[in-house]
């Protein structure tokens, strides 16, 4: 698919376990960004990406690792899930520039019991 | 604490007339700000955008307006569809990243 893809769309987990959320974009944009979304909140930014291998925390690191080997994947793990981690996440990319647009994957949905 | 707030968390407009959608900054450092729009189970889209060095920035029915002074941006959307119906997000740059505010949910009734 062309754009932006977050897999999976939804996710039921438990506290503890390892989960692995996943981006995809298919512009070669060097930028990319992931986002949790939280009513009262807006979206926090959580880890960036400029390039391949080189990434930067956000708002909100805690409790989350990300890499970047490729240009094109950028993936968020949350390595012993917690309640508080039951959020939507959504990735984003853009073109090097600050002032380019960032264009959003359509979230995922991660519910920690 | 919020750099970036959208006081109000709802909104009801006829379709027709005009929506207003305000937001306030706190961090005198953010030069660029946008306006993002989200409907249920998608991601946000970009709508507008404008550089602190303006105050004013039209696209269509949609216009921004910045007033640095007051740390103040508002969207105007004329007229106002009911496909405008969905949350709105003000967002501004500093550095390499966005500070988004909370959101405010648009309904415009038809």
């Known amino acids: 698919d062309a754009g932006i893809t977050q897999s999976p769309r939804y996710k039921i987990t438990e506290t503890g376990r390892q989960v692995t959320l996943m981006c995809h974009q298919t512009w070669s944009h060097s930028y990319m960004f992931w986002y949790r979304q939280d009513l009262g909140h807006g979206l926090r930014l959580i880890y960036y990406?400029?390039?391949?291998?080189?990434?930067d925390k956000g708002e909100v690191p805690d409790g989350y690792v990300v890499s970047r080997s490729k240009t094109e994947n950028f993936p968020l793990t949350l390595e012993s899930a917690t309640r508080s981690q039951t959020s939507v996440y959504f990735c984003a990319s853009r073109t090097s520039g600050p002032y380019n647009e960032q264009f959003f994957g359509p979230g995922t949905r991660l519910t920690v019991l | 604490d919020q750099q970036v707030k959208q006081n109000s968390p709802s909104l009801s407009v006829q379709e027709g007339r005009i929506s207003i959608l305000n937001c306030d900054y706190t961090?005198?450092?953010?030069?660029?700000f946008l306006w993002y729009k989200k409907y249920p189970a998608e991601g946000p889209t970009f709508l507008i955008s404008?550089?602190?060095?303006?105050d004013k920035n039209e696209d269509g029915r949609f216009t921004v307006f910045l007033n640095k002074s007051a740390k103040h941006l508002s969207l105007h959307i004329v007229p106002s569809q009911p496909g405008d119906s969905a949350v709105y997000f003000c967002?501004?740059?500093?550095?390499?990243?966005?500070?988004f505010g909370a959101g405010t949910i648009l309904r415009v009734k038809s």
């Open positions: 967002a501004a740059l500093y550095g390499n990243k966005l500070v």
């Open positions: 990406s400029a390039a391949a291998d080189i990434t």
């Open positions: 961090n005198s450092m953010f030069d660029y």
């Open positions: 404008i550089s602190s060095i303006k």
